[in-house]
């Protein structure tokens, strides 16, 4: 078996596991917009919270679809053909999270404000719950013929597993994001986060367990199991840490137990990149799936050189937002004035700024 395909396979999967990783906490976070803030000031701090770093966590995502294209074109050919319709459920879900983050401060009001927290909510629970099953089947398989193709109808792809697969996302997105607000925030909501933690983990892990344990049943690889007990190692160590406040090694904890857990799914499943469930020999593999050994040999090259660069930008992003923040820290709402149209609050302060600027001008001229 050549050496790049599977490389790309094992850096396809980081690239995953980086994304829940990351992009998990900020999902978890959306959704508790509606649930676990309890006013106008705890929505603003759930915000400030991932604004600096929520765009920059979706570039693993993108990353990851854009190598799987490149390096595996007919796992991503037919992945992305027999999942047309959640994935594009997936992408309206991105969409009105992100246009939601810029467009909710830009009014001062209530209604305005509520209806754009729903969309933050809504499109966060959508794409946890799209990707999740996604990647649920990806490891469990779909109806694909000898030429890769999804057999029977648009629906086909909708099994217990893709409900598993999309639970274990969302419930581990909100207990990461409950472990990232306890490490990020101070104060009342500190303590609430530190509480949804220790009562809710074995709850919000257990569909992921559920997953992880099913794949490599199915698929009989003995060293899926040490890494099995590694993540639930960590899980039990993500719950003690959080018990005694040290919110930092329960946050780390947690992404342990996704790395071990997403770790023995995908060795469980290799070299089988999409397998089929009408036939095995229609499988696809590392071997049939992958580009050509050129490609795959350019694509190590851009990789080598830009991968540390996303890094090392990333981590320096990081850094410089590493400080708890509080509702004490959050400065008094503005109005915004549109710069075209506008309602009736939005002209006053237009209005006022010209007032402004007029006496402003008549006072140097006397």
């Known amino acids: 078996m050549d050496f790049l395909p599977t490389l790309w396979f094992i850096l396809i999967a980081v690239l995953w596991i980086g994304y829940l990783f990351l992009e998990g906490f900020d999902l978890g976070v959306g959704m508790l917009m509606k649930t676990f803030a309890r006013?106008?000031?705890?929505?603003r701090l759930l915000l400030n919270t991932v604004g600096p770093v929520w765009d920059g966590n979706e570039?693993?995502?993108?990353?990851?679809?854009?190598?799987?294209?490149?390096?595996?074109?007919?796992?991503?050919?037919?992945?992305?053909?027999a999942l047309y319709i959640p994935l594009v459920f997936v992408l309206l879900g991105l969409i009105f999270r992100?246009?939601?983050?810029?467009?909710?401060?830009?009014?001062?009001?209530?209604?305005?404000?509520?209806?754009?927290?729903?969309?933050?909510?809504?499109?966060?629970?959508?794409?946890?719950?799209?990707?999740?099953?996604?990647?649920?089947?990806?490891?469990?398989?779909?109806?694909?013929?000898?030429?890769?193709?999804?057999?029977g109808g648009p629906f086909a792809w909708f099994t217990w597993y893709a409900v598993v697969g999309g639970m274990a996302v969302v419930g581990f997105a909100l207990i990461h994001a409950s472990?990232?607000?306890?490490?990020?925030?101070?104060?009342?909501?500190?303590?609430?986060?530190?509480?949804?933690?220790?009562?809710?983990?074995?709850?919000?892990?257990?569909?992921?367990?559920?997953?992880v344990i099913a794949v490599a049943w199915q698929n009989g690889k003995w060293f899926s199991w040490p890494l099995i007990a590694v993540a639930v190692v960590a899980a039990v160590g993500a719950w003690a840490a959080n018990?005694?406040?040290?919110?930092?090694?329960?946050?780390?904890?947690?992404?342990?137990f996704l790395l071990a857990g997403s770790a023995a799914i995908f060795s469980a499943v290799y070299p089988v990149v999409l397998p089929s469930t009408l036939d095995p020999t229609w499988n696809l593999t590392?071997?049939?799936?992958?580009?050509?050994?050129?490609?795959?040999?350019?694509?190590?090259?851009?990789a080598a050189v830009g991968l540390p660069m996303v890094l090392a930008y990333q981590a320096w992003t990081y850094w410089i937002f590493r400080?708890?923040?509080?509702?004490?820290?959050?400065?008094?709402?503005?109005?915004?004035?549109?710069?075209?149209?506008?309602?009736?609050?939005?002209?006053d302060v237009v209005d006022n700024a010209n007032k402004t600027v007029a006496t402003a001008t008549k006072a140097g001229r006397d």
């Open 243 to 256: 018990r005694v406040g040290r919110e930092g090694y329960s946050f780390l904890a947690m992404g342990v």
């Open 286 to 302: 590392v071997e049939n799936a992958s580009s050509s050994s050129y490609t795959l040999s350019l694509m190590s090259i851009v």
């Open 39 to 43: 006013d106008e000031k705890e929505r």
């Open 323 to 347: 400080k708890r923040i509080s509702v004490a820290h959050l400065p008094a709402p503005i109005d915004f004035a549109p710069a075209i149209g506008g309602s009736a609050a939005g002209t």
């Open 59 to 81: 570039v693993w995502l993108i990353t990851a679809g854009g190598a799987t294209f490149a390096a595996f074109p007919f796992w991503y050919a037919s992945l992305f053909s």
């Open 179 to 211: 472990a990232f607000l306890a490490l990020k925030t101070d104060g009342e909501i500190r303590h609430r986060a530190r509480r949804v933690v220790s009562r809710w983990l074995p709850l919000g892990l257990a569909p992921l367990a559920i997953w």
């Open 98 to 151: 992100a246009v939601a983050f810029e467009y909710r401060g830009k009014v001062h009001s209530d209604s305005w404000r509520a209806a754009w927290d729903a969309a933050i909510a809504l499109g966060s629970f959508v794409a946890a719950f799209g990707i999740g099953a996604m990647l649920a089947l990806t490891t469990t398989g779909l109806p694909l013929n000898a030429n890769g193709d999804r057999v």
